[in-house]
């Protein structure tokens, strides 16, 4: 798969910093009136974003696509629960995931992949705060290390 073909929209930077990401799957999403086009215009918010599995089908709530400026009737309620499209095994392989071991699925990000409007989830257990205090030290750590190579 060559990267030209996918533009980035949006992606949810807290995620990785509140959640320790354990697999990915991509997803496409179920859109109306004129959400397409605000996605092109990179009008998303996924920070606030989940997926939830009711009925062996998966949604996304809590995701905010901005209503277009052009648009008329035809747009829709910009935090509404959207659907999405992924493979039956998938979804039961899910299910299980969630119900047992207490994982979450969180959107990383939305794109583009040959014109098609595509969701990345992730299966993720939450980070306790000394997790994430470790992480800060590994970053500033490793931040200190590059400007120190940088000045010789």
Do not use: W
Not at 36 to 53: D, H, M, P, Q, Y
């Amino acid at each position: 798969m060559s990267q030209s073909n996918i533009k980035i929209v949006a992606k949810n930077r807290k995620a990785r910093f509140n959640y320790e990401i354990l697999e990915t799957y991509e997803a496409g999403i179920e859109l109306r009136g004129t959400e397409v086009k605000s996605i092109r215009a990179s009008k998303v918010n996924l920070t606030e974003g989940f997926v939830s599995i009711d009925n062996a089908e998966a949604y996304l709530k809590q995701v905010h696509i901005s209503p277009y400026e052009q648009g008329n009737i035809f747009n829709v309620d910009p935090v509404r629960v959207r659907k999405l499209l992924l493979h039956k095994r998938e979804i039961k392989k899910l299910i299980g995931e969630t119900t047992q071991k207490g994982y979450t699925l969180i959107p990383l990000s939305m794109y583009l992949k040959d014109g098609k409007v595509k969701v990345s989830v992730g299966l993720a257990r939450g980070k306790n705060l000394h997790d994430k205090r470790e992480d800060m030290a590994k970053r500033d750590a490793k931040r200190r290390i590059e400007r120190a190579l940088k000045s010789y």
